[in-house]
Structures are given as C-alpha cells and as structure tokens.
C-alpha cells in the first residue's frame, strides 16, 4: 500500500526565516509526486509535479526536489502570503493512477 | 475560465436523508475523481472516473454512488447519510492520469 508521511505537522515560521518542508513516502514504483498547497476553506492548488530522484523544480520562494525516498519543500524568505497548508501525493507508476495523499505541513508565516 | 465547479457548498442532512453532491469541469479533461478530507486524515478517494462511461472504487467507497453523466459531469450520492458522512467533499479532475489534478472548492456537509 502506499503511504505518504508529512513532517512536521505544522510549523510557525518568522518572515524571511528559510524552512523545509518533508514528505516521505513508500511506493510501487513511482510514476509521480505532486505538491499542493491548501488555503482554508478552500481546494488544493497545484504546485509541482516531480517525477525522478534528482529533479528540482521552483516556483517564487518555493523549491521542490525529489530522491528515491522522499521530497523537500524548501520555502526562501517566506511571507506571510506563504501561510496554507501544504499537501503531498504519490502516485504509482501501475494500477488505477490514484493519488495517495500524506496529511499535510500547516505552515504560519509571523510578520 | 470556471475550471471544476461544486454545488452545493454548504449543506446539513438529517441522518437518514439522501442527496447528490454535482460536480462539473471545463477543461475537458478525461478523468474525475472524490475525495473527502477529515481533520487528521488527510484527502482519501471515494471513487473515480478514468474516462466517461467508467467508474471504480477508491479507497473509502461504501455508503456512495456514483454517476459519470458525460464527460464534464460526475456526481456523487448518499443514499442514506450518517453522521460519520461528516466531511469536506473535494471533486477533482486530470486531463490524463498522470497529470496534475484540478480541484473544485469543496463541499462542507454535515449529518445530524
């Protein structure tokens, strides 16, 4: 089965203070790792879609790599607009191309 | 440029009671996909379509249907709520299965 773990659960970040973000996760062969991000009260946005250990992919003061095992969500100098939840999905390379999700990062950018 | 659209967004059901949750995409993408999102579980599939005229169990399928209409529309039903139906319901849509999924902006419902 697979699974999808996101640490940590949340965090407080003071603007401009660099974190990262960590999804591990087990599966079948990977076909690919999706980021989202979640604003409250409303859907997933996409992100970024990761699909071999190595790849980077950036976005604003969001970075996202890959390896065999897990991702990193590296967010630069935040800003409070940077404040959501921000959720992980795999999805294997066979079966019925289901996303499996990890419960998420709560992020919360202080001004 | 709507993207996926849900009706309703907000709505509480006497146990008991059934209702269809609408669900509709315009990017003319194949597949479409609900979820429901409980605190501390995380987004978990109910059922699937990977094309019009299919559909398939996800991992939390017991107590919906569901109903590919065409190619823009998937609904989904309970027949008879209960309250452990209380959840946000997110519909989803991909132009092909692996791409990025398309998420409309949920449906709050809860079940007295």
């Known amino acids: 089965e697979d699974q999808v773990t996101q640490s940590p659960e949340a965090l407080r970040l003071q603007e401009g203070e660099s974190s990262s973000l960590n999804c591990s996760y087990t599966?079948?062969?990977?076909?690919?790792l999706f980021w989202y991000r979640q604003d409250p009260g409303k859907g997933p946005e996409f992100l970024f879609t990761?699909?071999?250990a190595g790849e980077e992919k950036e976005k604003e003061r969001l970075k996202a790599t890959l390896t065999k095992k897990e991702s990193f969500l590296h967010i630069t100098a935040p800003k409070p607009e940077d404040s959501a939840t921000y959720l992980c999905?795999?999805?294997?390379?066979?079966?019925?191309?289901?996303?499996?999700f990890g419960k998420g990062n709560q992020v919360v950018v202080i001004p | 440029n709507a993207g996926v659209t849900q009706t309703p967004k907000f709505q509480v059901l006497k146990t008991g009671q059934s209702m269809t949750l609408q669900c509709a995409q315009d990017?003319?993408?194949?597949?479409m996909y609900w979820y429901r999102q409980d605190p501390g579980m995380g987004l978990r599939l109910i059922y699937y379509?990977?094309?019009?005229?299919?559909?398939d169990k996800g991992e939390v399928p017991n107590g919906y249907n569901v109903s590919r209409l065409n190619k823009r529309e998937f609904s989904l039903r309970l027949e008879s709520a209960a309250p452990s139906q209380t959840s946000v319901y997110f519909c989803?849509?991909?132009?092909?299965?692996?791409?990025?999924?398309?998420f409309g902006q949920g449906t709050r419902l809860t079940v007295v």
């Open positions: 989803a849509s991909t132009k092909q299965g692996n791409t990025e999924a398309f």
């Open positions: 599966v079948s062969g990977l076909r690919g």
């Open positions: 990761l699909y071999s």
């Open positions: 999905a795999v999805q294997a390379m066979y079966g019925n191309n289901r996303l499996a």
């Open positions: 990017m003319n993408h194949n597949s």
């Open positions: 379509s990977a094309s019009e005229g299919t559909t």
